[in-house]
DNA sequence: TTGAAGTCAATGCAGTTGCATGTAAATCAT
DNA sequence: ATGATTTACATGCAACTGCATTGACTTCAA
């Protein structure tokens, strides 16, 4: 999938982006999960799947959470098992595949998600919504975009 | 350090770049990840380390690394260990503060990090290069900047 | 149909990370 | 100079991730 590597080749702006977004990345994300701990919740992981299975009306299944969270299959499975031992969701035969289940949000596991997000958002707004105006924000998100497109073979 | 997290608030520009930045992220550090596991070489932050360690000549301590890499005071320690073990670097006393060691690369150690960047570059390339011109570049690298800043009390 | 190939999910094992805590040395305040 | 605080680093333990493989089921082709 990856071209025959080479020369390295890259131009400074490239390489600087990269790296103020390997930064920006890490300074977000342990800003998040501090927040996250600090108020005895699990990780930003466990809120990302509680979310889309309450968008998700419809029962999902793992693999659709794989593909919508883009985390590896069995990350989702194991996430999935740890989620269930501690009462957040529950799983369901799938009558139309039964190779899979059905995932399902149990009253705990909304009500969490319903606690997580007074403390997400906020910090959502610090690190970024404090630092750019929504039109640098939607900048951003066009740039960020362009990133993972399906480029024209 | 965070406000004190009652109204979410959030703008529908802001969520969305939020959103992308993840995303962007996963699927980078996905490429990335890959495409070292696929030449048998360690992850992307023994690069990291290696590369730090290369560009100051002066020996750094776990310290320096911790800040310069944004990485938790535990990982580092643990990282060194590994791969001081892999002898890709060692540590030497040091004579002003015997708290801590100065790292060193070993010549195993610059050796892998000049055959990593080969793989890494056109990664980058691909992923981040190939997507924006120099110009967005240099946007998205001021977008991004403004993230971790020191905002004024 | 039916057997090959593909898809959905789980799991053993090793590597890595997070949390809490510990130890030693430096620094600071008095 | 000396006890309290801070800084640098290490580590036991539990949680999580990555890799390779497996099992179960579905789909596809002939």
Redesign the pocket.
């Known amino acids: 999938m990856t071209s025959k590597e080479s020369p390295p080749k890259l131009s400074a702006a490239v390489e600087e982006a990269w790296i103020a977004f390997l930064r920006a990345h890490r300074h977000n994300m342990a800003a998040v999960?501090?927040e996250f701990?600090a108020g005895g919740y699990?990780?930003l992981?466990?809120y990302d799947v509680l979310l889309e299975l309450k968008r998700a009306q419809t029962g999902l299944?793992?693999?659709?959470l794989?593909r919508r969270l883009l985390?590896?299959?069995?990350?989702?499975?194991?996430?999935?098992?740890?989620m269930e031992r501690a009462g957040l969701i529950h799983?369901t035969a799938?009558p139309?595949?039964?190779?899979?289940?059905r995932l399902h949000l149990t009253d705990r596991g909304r009500q969490l998600q319903e606690e997580m997000w007074p403390i997400y958002a906020p910090v959502i707004q610090e690190q970024l919504g404090a630092a750019l105006s929504d039109d640098e924000a939607r900048q951003l998100t066009l740039l960020l975009n362009k990133l993972h497109q399906e480029k024209p073979c």
């Open positions: 999960e501090a701990r699990p990780p992981s466990w299944r793992a693999v659709d794989e985390v590896a299959q069995y990350n989702v499975s194991r996430l999935l098992l740890r799983r799938d139309a595949d039964r190779r899979g289940r």
